[in-house]
């Protein structure tokens, strides 16, 4: 008898079989943030480029055939797009960075004196170029990092793991960011289809033929999204308590407070005693509350994913990759954030790069997705 992927249970009731391949998708968004957090530490573009490098590694080998799966390239290409914008405004509107390197001079407009402090053109130094270039590719970083959790795990598949008290912000924030992997795919299927019937898809006015389909597919998607929402009873809510509803804000309330006293104190020198005590208990009175207020949106859950070794290590390679960069940033600042003056090149800091090449454990632990595998 061939192998249908379906195995029968005790009832005889036909039971899906879940692949072993399969990743909690909350696993991949940690990673993700955790090589994020790690950016957001450093300005040295050597260090940067390693973990996009890192990222863009681990998204082409493991990422899945899905549509959604493909939208790490415009993230990319929205990165690259931001590190220039950022270029383009320094020489354009100058930087506070002093430098003696002039690149180029551009005409230079007369601003009124109430306009005191701003320029219109001018000298335009390497200095400067360079200083605004270690903060664009920061932000450019922190960029590819989102993408790449879009291209490994679907914000779809992840909103299946949240608790219901989050559950409707959950959506929300699902259906924001599942918007540029469902536009790229629009795109990709049109100017496909233009090219088979032999008509311009490229140029301005393959552009404003492609986009109107695209502009009337999403509207007809998002007229069915609400639909299958209200279907589906969303925004209703149970019945609980007065005494549970009040317990709930109080531990949500406090834990959310507890959780900023205790980053405060972590931040800053004097906190450092009650700093990492008040940050943990915050953190499980918020749970806590997130567990209590879950009662008011009873949901079930179709094959949910499970949490497994495989989730662990990939979650702990990017928190190890993040807590590693922040404890080199107190350590050796220098190295992480390097000067513009003098001009001078960065230098790439050793332990600091192997630290961020853990990122690349999931390519170990994490197999192949089904649909690549031959």
């Known amino acids: 008898m061939p192998d249908t992927g379906l195995r029968t249970g005790p009832a005889s009731v036909l039971v899906p079989r879940r692949t072993s391949t399969e ?10 943030l955790g090589l994020g957090t790690a950016a957001t530490r450093t300005t040295n573009p050597l260090l940067l480029a390693l973990l996009m490098a890192v990222a863009g590694y681990v998204v082409a080998v493991r990422r ?3 549509p959604w799966a493909r939208s790490y390239t415009a993230f990319a290409k929205l990165a690259a797009a931001v590190l220039l914008v950022r270029l383009a405004f320094t020489a354009v509107l100058g930087s506070p960075i002093p430098g003696t390197h002039i690149l180029f001079t551009l005409p230079e ?11 219109l053109g001018g000298p335009v130094s390497a200095e400067a170029l360079l200083f605004s270039g270690y903060n664009g590719l920061k932000l450019a970083a922190l960029l590819v990092c989102v993408g790449a959790a879009n291209a490994l795990a679907g914000p779809a598949k992840l909103l299946k793991s949240l608790p219901g008290a989050l559950y409707e912000a959950g959506v929300a924030v699902v259906v924001a960011l599942t918007f540029a992997p469902h536009l790229i795919a629009d795109v990709q299927r049109l100017r496909a289809a233009r090219r088979l019937r032999g008509r311009p898809d490229r140029g301005v006015r393959g552009l404003f033929q492609v986009g109107l389909p695209v502009l009337e597919g999403a509207l007809e ?9 209200d279907a589906r009873g969303y925004g209703r809510t149970a019945d609980v308590p007065a005494p549970v509803r009040r ?16 980053t405060y104190g972590l931040l800053t020198a004097e906190g450092g005693v009650y700093g990492l005590p008040l940050l ?10 997130l567990r209590l207020g879950g009662r008011r949106s009873p949901r079930t859950r179709y094959r949910p994913a499970p949490w497994g070794v495989r989730a662990w290590l990939v979650a702990g390679s990017g928190a190890a990759v993040a807590a590693l960069l922040a404890l080199a940033s107190v350590r050796d600042p220098g190295a992480l954030h390097p ?12 332990w600091p790069a192997a630290a961020v090449l853990l990122g690349l454990l999931p390519v170990l632990v994490v197999p192949q997705p089904p649909e690549e595998l031959s």
């Open 64 to 66: 899945s055939s899905a």
């Open 280 to 289: 943990l208990a915050g953190v499980l009175a918020a749970l806590a509350g």
């Open 247 to 262: 317990t709930t804000t109080a531990l949500t309330l406090g834990g959310l407070l507890g959780v900023c006293a205790g």
């Open 221 to 229: 998607r998002s007229v069915a999204l609400a639909a299958a929402m």
């Open 23 to 32: 990743l909690h998708p909350g696993a991949w968004w940690l990673w993700s």
């Open 109 to 119: 407009v007369p601003l009124p004196a109430w306009a005191q402090g701003i320029r």
């Open 339 to 350: 000067g513009v003056v003098p001009l001078a090149a960065p230098a790439l800091p050793l």
